[in-house]
Each structure stands twice: as C-alpha cells, then as structure tokens.
C-alpha cells in the first residue's frame, strides 16, 4: 500500500486503511484501532454493499419539523365504559412546549435518550412536562412519525408502504443494529466479552453525500415471495460478505484533524496576528493539501466553493474572496482560477 496508489482508490478495506494511516501518520494503526474510533465517533465506517439488498428508504428531517402525534385515551375509569380513543397531530404551541421540555431533559441527562428502535416510553413520560392543561380520567402519549435520534439531532422518517433495492457505498451512523456489531467485532479483536444484545431498530446506513437514509430489511420467511412491506422485518445484522471499508476522502479528513489537533497544541500565535490567519490556515487544508492533483485539474476545489467555506464560518464576502485566491497554490494559479 503507498499513499499514491490510495489517491486512485474511491475508498480502502480496513486493512489498507490502517496501512494508509500507518504511513500518513507515521504510527502502527491496527484494523481495531479504526473499529474502536468508529465506535468513538470519531471516525467513519462505511460498507460498500456489492450485491442489492431490501431496506426502506426516508430523509432525516429535523427534530423541530418532525410530525408528532398526540394519543388521548380517556374514560378509563370504574363506569365499565370502553375508553375514547383520540390521535391528533401535535403542533404550535403545545409542541413547542414538548420539544423544548424534552431537549431541556436531554440536556441534563435526566434520562436516557431512546434509541432509533421506535420505543418512545421516555418521551411518552415527558409528555407530562409538556403538557399544561391534563385532562381529568386521561392519559397522553406522543409518538413522533419516524425514530428519534439519540443525539436528538433529527428524526429518520422511513417510508414503510414500499420496499427498495440498495447498492454501493453507504455509510454507518452507530445508531442502529450496526453499532452493536462493529462492537462485537471489536471485542473479538481484542480478546474481550462476548455480546449477546441487539437492537430492534435494526441495521441503519446513511448515504455518503445526500440525506437518503436506509434501514435494511429481509423476509419473515423464504415461503412468503412478495415484495411487500408486510413480508419483511428490520435486519440485525450487517449483510454477509459485504465488505467493511473507510472512503478516501475520510480517511484525508481524519488525518487532517489529526494535524489540526496538532497545530491547536502549539504555543499560541502573537496576540497581533490577524485571527483569520487561522481560518485560512484551516480552508487550505481541507481544500488543497493532500487532496489535489497538480496535473488533473478536475481535483482542484472550486474558488467559488473556498469562498463560500470562507463565508459560512464568519468571513465577510470581500475577504473570502480574496482569501480563497491567497490560499490558491502558485501552479494552480498559473493554470487558471476554476
């Protein structure tokens, strides 16, 4: 394995991404080291599925724009009635007043985020905080439309009346069946306990570049051979022979933070020194360096793309534009500005 060759490569199996990391760091990286950051967060796996293979498909949508239902069941009393039964969509107000109460607890780790398996009992028991007007002989729940997030940064809203065929590279998010078995991988790397749990959510991937979400799935049994929706559960494992892999572009990105950690330990610059030094410093490395061909200009960032990196993290208009040329090696210049 060479760092040139790797530059061809779309992405690397952990083996070789240990090797390219051994070399770019110039430290021993193990295929367990690249498990136990996954598991950190602090690096990316993904699976590069050769073979098609059934999942529902859906778009995370932020928690604030999630659809929430409201469940009243009231009447449960000793009269021998059947309880009423009454679902409406939570909104305005009152929905304001859950979600702020439950990031609020979210916060102060009041209780345990839930997991995307769709079990919303702590949520259900917030709804108490959120509520300000009970109502007499009654309970109320809600259930958001898709799986909470742990981070409770977003709401995976699946379509389940339809069943997709998937391929290619998707990415691991830990937030499914899939973290519990990049565990166990780990642990049987390293000699260590066995696991026995799962989650009922199942397997979820999520697409490289797009906010396309997947949850695989398989059938009940190999009598039922329709594809439909009500023939399949969640899957809880990884597909079999489908191989583990780290695209390119994280593997440059995480030995970037890596040098980024580096330069942050250094002693502090002169207290005259302009503080968009630092923010130059920071859009070259994550544009240019290591990550261009001087001879295949089709690699090249974008000065617009630079400009507006510039832009979105506090530079004004003028000076994003005149610092994305600065930063623009000499060759590349000389080449024309794409």
């Given at each position: ?22 070399l770019?760091i ?19 796996l ?11 498909t ?11 239902s ?5 009447g449960?009393?000793a009269t021998?009635k ?38 919303h ?16 002989q ?15 940064s ?6 389940r ?67 439909e929706?009500k ?22 990105r ?20 302009p ?10 490395k994550a ?14 960032p ?19 534009g ?17």
């Open positions: 394995m060479s760092l040139k060759l790797s530059r061809l490569k779309q992405w690397l199996t952990l083996e070789d991404s240990a090797k390219y990391l051994s770019a110039d430290e021993d990286v193990a295929a367990a080291d690249l498990l136990q950051l996954a598991l950190q967060g602090d690096l990316t993904s699976i590069n599925l050769v073979n098609s293979h059934y999942a529902r859906g778009l995370k949508v932020p928690i604030r724009e999630a659809q929430i409201k469940t009243s069941i009231e449960q009393t021998g059947p309880p009423a039964i009454h679902v409406e969509e939570l909104q305005g107000e009152e929905k304001d007043a859950f979600l702020d109460a439950l990031i609020e607890t979210k916060a102060k780790s009041h209780f345990k985020a839930p997991d995307a398996s769709g079990e009992g702590e949520i259900r028991e917030q709804m108490a905080l959120a509520t300000t007007t009970p109502l007499p009654s309970h109320s729940f809600v259930d958001f439309k898709g799986d909470l997030l742990p981070d409770y977003g709401v995976l809203e699946f379509d009346d339809s069943v997709q065929q998937i391929t290619g590279v998707w990415d691991l998010p830990m937030v499914g069946s899939e973290s519990l078995e990049i565990k166990g991988a780990f642990y049987d790397d390293i000699e260590g306990p066995d696991l026995d749990w799962v989650k009922l959510c199942g397997v979820i991937l999520k697409h490289p570049t797009a906010n396309r979400w997947a949850n695989l799935i398989e059938r009940f049994d190999d009598t039922r051979k329709e594809v929706p023939n399949f559960h969640p899957s809880g494992s990884l597909p079999e022979r489908e191989p583990l892999i780290i695209r390119r572009d994280e593997l440059q995480f030995v970037a933070s890596l040098e980024d950690s580096s330069d942050n330990a250094a002693p502090a610059s002169p207290d005259d020194m503080e968009d030094v630092d923010l130059l410093m920071a859009a070259w544009h240019w360096k290591g990550r261009v061909s001087e001879r295949d200009r089709t690699t090249w974008l000065h617009s793309n630079v400009k507006q990196w510039l832009i979105e993290r506090g530079m004004s208009d003028r000076l994003a005149a610092g994305a040329t600065m930063i623009t090696p000499d060759w590349a210049r000389k080449g024309g500005r794409r």
